[in-house]
Nanobody, 117 residues
Framework: QVQLVESGGGLVQPGESLTLSCAAS????????AGWFRQAPGREREFVAS????????TYADSVRGRFTISGDNAKNTMYLQMNSLKLDDTAVYYC??????????WGQGTQVNVSD
């Protein structure tokens, strides 16, 4: 059974930074493709960033490219999302997920990020 637990969310002001963590159990998160998604109130869940099983290929949504960085730590079985220069539009619940084949099969429960003046 794969379990993903996000943490690190909180309330920040525009321009500040946060780092989200996704701790995986039951399966090495760096041996499979993994990623981050987010869902803002009244909007559909959207892709934020992903990292492939090799750890070399990283993909970002246009809205976060250059500001967010996805990474993983094999020793800690944990994935991270470093978020810099946060904007009001980044406010959302952030979810981590793992892929099986082409399907995002496992999801965490989410962590809230609020960016407010």
């Amino acid at each position: 059974q794969v379990q993903l637990v996000e943490s690190g969310g909180g309330l920040v002001q525009p321009g500040e930074s946060l780092t989200l963590s996704c701790a995986a159990s039951g399966r090495n998160i760096r041996l499979v493709a993994a990623g981050w998604f987010r869902q803002a109130p009244g909007r559909e869940r959207e892709f934020v960033a992903s990292i492939d099983s090799t750890g070399y290929r990283r993909t970002y949504a246009d809205s976060v490219r250059g500001r967010f960085t996805i990474s993983g730590d094999n020793a800690k079985n944990t994935m991270y999302l470093q978020m810099n220069s946060l904007k009001l539009d980044d406010t959302a619940v952030y979810y981590c997920a793992q892929k099986i084949g082409n399907t995002w099969a496992y999801w965490g429960q989410g962590t809230q990020v609020n960016v407010s003046d």
